[in-house]
């Protein structure tokens, strides 16, 4: 099997596993929102910040404002109240309003869903970028995190060392019809299942595809 083959016989495995594991909180809002500027925001807060913690930051938030132009009517302090205890939360609440700002002042109120215009976004890099557009607009990106990262080198089917070149390389692999699989099935899988340190292989569903690179102790 190539490494075409394999990725994608690994997401299909996942995604009829996935149902056990709880699923990427950003990946959720996307889902129940169809807002790609909630999805934005949500992910701005998630950065750094556990999925719990972002799924109430954001409600929070949101029950204030859930649109660039009552976002940018809220004080500094208001967002940052809303969203602690959320990972370096004052400087998130700073970079939600400048960027609500932007998108009012260059973009009409609406987030644009090109990956040039996001990334012109302060505080706004590829990963999140991708995430919007695959969770906000459902247009094909390849959204790299950790978990992306780590897993999709760990089976073997990129051999890179930074998310950069592992999305540059999955693009590559992949069907552009497959991309939006790749993070909520690999987040999930890599925070329940194929994590950082000592992943639970004993219980991994994909065990036969992967290579366990760099994986020196396991369960």
């Not at 149902?19 to 909630?38: C, E, F, H, M, Q």
């Not at 215009?117 to 906000?136: C, F, I, Y």
Request: net charge positive.
């Amino acid at each position: 099997m190539d490494k075409t083959e394999i990725l994608l016989k690994v997401l299909d495995i996942i995604e009829k596993e996935k149902v056990k594991w709880n699923a990427p909180v950003v990946s959720l809002i996307g889902k129940r929102t169809k807002d790609p500027y909630r999805v934005l925001i949500s992910t701005i807060i998630s950065l750094r910040t556990k999925d719990q913690i972002t799924e109430e930051a954001s409600k929070r938030l949101f029950s204030l404002a859930d649109n660039p132009y009552d976002m940018v009517r809220l004080s500094e302090e208001e967002i940052q109240k809303a969203i602690y205890p959320a990972g370096f939360y004052k400087n998130k609440a700073k970079t939600i309003k400048e960027i609500s700002k932007k998108i009012i002042e260059e973009f009409h109120g609406k987030v644009p869903d090109s990956l040039e215009e996001l990334l012109k976004l302060k505080g706004v890099g590829r990963k999140t970028a991708n995430l919007v557009l695959s969770e906000g607009f459902g247009k094909p990106a390849i959204c790299v995190d950790v978990h992306v990262h780590r897993i999709s080198n760990r089976i073997g089917v990129v051999e890179s060392k930074t998310p950069e070149e592992t999305e540059k390389q999955l693009m590559e692999i992949l069907p552009v019809q497959h991309w939006n699989r790749v993070n909520e099935n690999l987040v999930a899988f890599g925070q329940s299942i194929c994590k950082p340190v000592s992943p639970l292989c004993s219980e991994c569903p994909v065990i036969m595809y992967c290579k366990k690179i760099g994986v020196k102790k396991h369960r």
